[in-house]
C-alpha cells in the first residue's frame, strides 16, 4: 500500500452526502456548537481532486456543498484509515449571491465553525478546532 500513488477527481451529484458514516459526528459537533443547526445538515454536492502517494490520500481542496451549510476541507486518509482533515463550515454554496453575501457577514466568527475530523474511517471523530485538536489522529502505521 505504501508504493501507490496516483491521482482523481471525486465528484457526486445530487447525492446523501451525510449519510456516509465519516459524517456521523459532524451533526452532532453542530448542534452542539449552534443549537438547532442539525436540521440543516442536508448536503448533496461533492467535489475533491486528490492524490494518492506514500500510503496516503490527499486533498487540499474537498468542497460538500448545500443549500444551507457547505464544507470546505484539506488534509488526508491513510490508507488503512486514519483521517486527518481540517474543516471549515460555511453558510450556503459558495457560487451564490446570497451565499457570498452570508460568507461576508458571518466572517467575524468564521473561526467558530473550524473543525478537525480526526479518528478512522470506522470510528471518526469532529472535534471543534477553536477549543484545541486533541489526540484524536492515529498514528500513521
Same mark, same amino acid.
Given at each position: 500500500?505504501? $508504493?501507490?500513488?496516483?491521482? +482523481?477527481? !471525486?465528484n457526486?451529484? =445530487? *447525492? $446523501?452526502i451525510?449519510?456516509?458514516?465519516?459524517? #456521523? +459526528?459532524?451533526?452532532?459537533?453542530m448542534?452542539?456548537?449552534?443549537?438547532?443547526?442539525?436540521?440543516?445538515?442536508?448536503? $448533496?454536492?461533492?467535489?475533491?481532486?486528490?492524490?494518492?502517494?506514500? +500510503?496516503?490520500?490527499?486533498?487540499?481542496?474537498?468542497?460538500?456543498? #448545500?443549500?444551507? !451549510?457547505? !464544507?470546505?476541507?484539506? +488534509?488526508?486518509?491513510s490508507?488503512? *484509515?486514519? !483521517?486527518?482533515f481540517?474543516?471549515?463550515?460555511r453558510?450556503?454554496?459558495?457560487?451564490?449571491?446570497?451565499?457570498?453575501?452570508?460568507?461576508?457577514i458571518t466572517?467575524?466568527?468564521?473561526?467558530?465553525?473550524?473543525?478537525?475530523? #480526526?479518528?478512522?474511517?470506522?470510528?471518526p471523530?469532529?472535534?471543534?478546532?477553536?477549543?484545541g =485538536?486533541?489526540?484524536?489522529t492515529?498514528k500513521?502505521?
Amino acid at each position: 500500500m505504501h $508504493t501507490a500513488s496516483g491521482q +482523481g477527481y !471525486l465528484n457526486v451529484k =445530487r *447525492g $446523501t452526502i451525510f449519510r456516509i458514516p465519516i459524517f #456521523g +459526528g459532524f451533526t452532532e459537533s453542530m448542534a452542539r456548537a449552534v443549537p438547532g443547526m442539525d436540521f440543516a445538515t442536508r448536503q $448533496t454536492d461533492v467535489r475533491a481532486p486528490f492524490e494518492v502517494r506514500a +500510503g496516503r490520500v490527499e486533498s487540499k481542496d474537498v468542497q460538500v456543498e #448545500g443549500d444551507v !451549510l457547505s !464544507l470546505t476541507a484539506r +488534509g488526508g486518509a491513510s490508507l488503512a *484509515g486514519a !483521517l486527518d482533515f481540517d474543516v471549515q463550515v460555511r453558510p450556503m454554496k459558495d457560487k451564490t449571491v446570497i451565499g457570498t453575501a452570508m460568507r461576508v457577514i458571518t466572517y467575524p466568527i468564521s473561526k467558530f465553525f473550524e473543525f478537525h475530523l #480526526g479518528g478512522t474511517l470506522d470510528a471518526p471523530r469532529w472535534n471543534l478546532a477553536t477549543f484545541g =485538536r486533541g489526540d484524536d489522529t492515529p498514528k500513521a502505521e
